[in-house]
């Protein structure tokens, strides 16, 4: 038998054993590609959690930063309104020096956010609010950030029904959407017990409006009902990002203590693969409260 047939057999006779060691190499990166993609949460901290501070210059984005990378958080979320041009544009170099400081501590900029108000009759006033929105995705594009959080606003007038009103809502987001895909960012709507208080009402917004660039930042102590997680958990597929506060509310809007780990149990059930930010609004040291917010959180994971 010449060698190149003796070799062609064996590797024949082998080729079970390849094909099944093949099989269980494949098995075993898809276990544990599917572990890893399961497991891919990232946290943040909204700036909000530090408003009277950042308002009265006693923190600065900066010090922030390095607040997160201290804890072990993922990224920051830089809100427009403390930047003190607000609402005009920062210069590029503001932006690109907060962009190098994340950089420098191994974090993103995940998040940008500005104030608006889609449900007001003054049409010129809506106008000038994407105008702002416009002018922002693009700062958000510059900064790195994935998504920029938009309102609706709150209703103050009784001369129009809310069906009426949500066909503005849904206009003005298609507009921002087209913005975003220019961009490359989300417009992301947070649901903030203004004008959209159930889940099958945000839903409907999102729906309607149809775009992969608008989408939901989904804040779980903005959604008063007597079933909170309930609709915590409908909202979950939609979601393309989390804010995590200290609290929930009820149908009332009274305010009670957050169950942290019942949202993680949600947020990890739903195969969520994004960042989770948290957001202190109560009393007391903002940094003692999320340390200990992200804590708890992460002990259900």
Not at 75 to 83: E, K, P, R, S
Not at 89 to 111: C, M, Y
Not at 219 to 232: Q, R
Request: include cysteine.
């Amino acid at each position: 038998m010449n060698k190149t047939r003796r070799t062609l057999l064996q590797h024949l006779a082998l080729a079970p054993f390849l094909l099944g060691a093949n099989k269980l190499m494949a098995f075993s990166k898809s276990e544990s590609f599917n572990t890893i993609r399961k497991n891919r949460l990232q946290y943040s901290i909204n700036a909000y959690s530090f408003n009277a501070m950042l308002r009265s210059g006693e923190m600065t984005f900066f010090d922030m930063m390095e607040f997160c990378a201290e804890i072990g958080m993922d990224a920051v979320d830089l809100t427009g309104y403390y930047f003190p041009s607000y609402p005009q544009i920062p210069e590029n170099k503001k932006l690109f020096t907060l962009k190098r400081k994340a950089l420098d501590l191994g974090l993103d900029i995940a998040w940008t956010g500005v104030r608006n108000n889609f449900v007001t009759p003054d049409i010129n006033a809506r106008n000038t609010d994407k105008t702002l929105i416009k002018n922002w995705l693009e700062v958000s594009s510059k900064l790195g950030a994935t998504i920029m959080r938009v309102f609706t606003g709150r209703n103050k007038s009784e001369n129009y029904t809310k069906d009426e009103i949500k066909e503005w809502l849904i206009n003005d987001y298609k507009t921002c959407a087209k913005y975003g895909e220019e961009h490359g960012v989300i417009v992301g709507l947070q649901n903030h017990d203004e004008f959209l208080f159930t889940s099958d009402e945000i839903i409907d917004i999102i729906e309607r409006v149809n775009s992969e660039w608008f989408g939901l930042v989904l804040d779980c102590g903005s959604l008063p009902s007597d079933s909170t997680y309930a609709e915590i958990e409908k909202l979950a597929p939609y979601a393309n990002y989390w804010f995590v506060k200290e609290h929930v509310k009820t149908k009332d809007s009274t305010k009670v203590p957050a169950n942290l780990k019942r949202i993680a149990k949600i947020i990890k059930d739903s195969n969520y693969q994004g960042y989770v930010s948290f957001e202190s609004l109560s009393d007391g040291d903002p940094k003692e409260i999320i340390k200990d917010m992200f804590n708890t959180f992460k002990s259900a994971l």
